[in-house]
């Protein structure tokens, strides 16, 4: 089951938080996040692990909530550099599933 | 992490033609996956190339329509046969990166069908 995106777009002003998350219908183990430029491949830039541990990326974090079946990322201060379509993944059932996306941009 | 070296980047082609994507990585990696990106849509997988066993695929892809090769360690094709309109998409490989967690991906190829 592809996990859902919330929301599916958003345009922020430079220096503005940002919140995407990443809904499943089952418990996550661990979540990866990738960001996509126009144009480019996907690029890898955290996990979080099941347990709360974060490894990748140094001003992105990312939580659980309580269940454990929704993942978000925070971006915060946001860069223009930071512009592009966010993909969560997770590990499906003998797979690894993309979420559906989310659109990011950042206006000066 | 992993570099892999995709082409070609794109092209358009003739529908009922068939198109070979190469992706090759600068180390040995047991799996090498490919997926498909429909514009403005996430990634999808195709299948899971093992070298020296036959390609794994998912629902909804063929063999016959997406042949894979994996010949060695460090390489894999993804042909995409008998072209329609609907198979325009970008399709892209990936690896598992070094670190043991996320995964690494080519550049993509952007195919057009016409």
């Known amino acids: 089951q592809q996990p859902v995106q919330s929301p599916q777009a958003v345009i922020l002003r430079e220096g503005e938080d940002a919140v995407i998350n990443c809904s499943s219908s089952?418990?996550?183990?661990?979540v990866h996040w990738y960001r996509q430029k126009h144009g480019e491949a996907p690029v890898f830039l955290m996990i979080?692990?099941?347990?709360?541990e974060q490894k990748g990326h140094e001003k992105i974090s990312a939580s659980f909530n309580e269940k454990k079946q929704q993942s978000s990322l925070y971006l915060t201060a946001s860069q223009l550099s930071y512009s592009g379509t966010y993909f969560c993944?997770?590990?499906?059932?003998?797979?690894?599933?993309f979420g559906t996306g989310t659109r990011l941009k950042v206006l000066a | 992490s992993a570099v892999i070296s995709q082409k070609p980047s794109r092209d358009i082609c003739q529908r009922g033609t068939s198109l070979t994507i190469q992706c090759q990585v600068d180390?040995?990696?047991?799996?090498m996956f490919w997926y498909r990106q429909q514009p403005g849509q996430s990634l999808t997988l195709i299948a899971t190339?093992?070298?020296?066993?036959?390609?794994?695929?998912e629902s909804g892809f063929v063999i016959d329509k997406f042949p894979i090769s994996r010949p060695n360690l460090t390489f894999s094709t993804l042909t995409v046969s008998n072209m329609s309109p609907e198979d325009s998409s970008i399709y892209l490989c990936?690896?598992?990166?070094?670190?043991?967690?996320?995964?690494?991906f080519g550049s993509g190829t952007r195919l057009t069908v016409v």
């Open positions: 089952k418990a996550l183990y661990s």
């Open positions: 993944g997770t590990e499906g059932t003998y797979k690894y599933i």
């Open positions: 979080l692990l099941k347990g709360g």
């Open positions: 180390s040995q990696v047991t799996m």
């Open positions: 190339a093992n070298q020296g066993s036959e390609a794994t695929y």
């Open positions: 990936s690896v598992a990166r070094d670190t043991g967690y996320g995964y690494t």
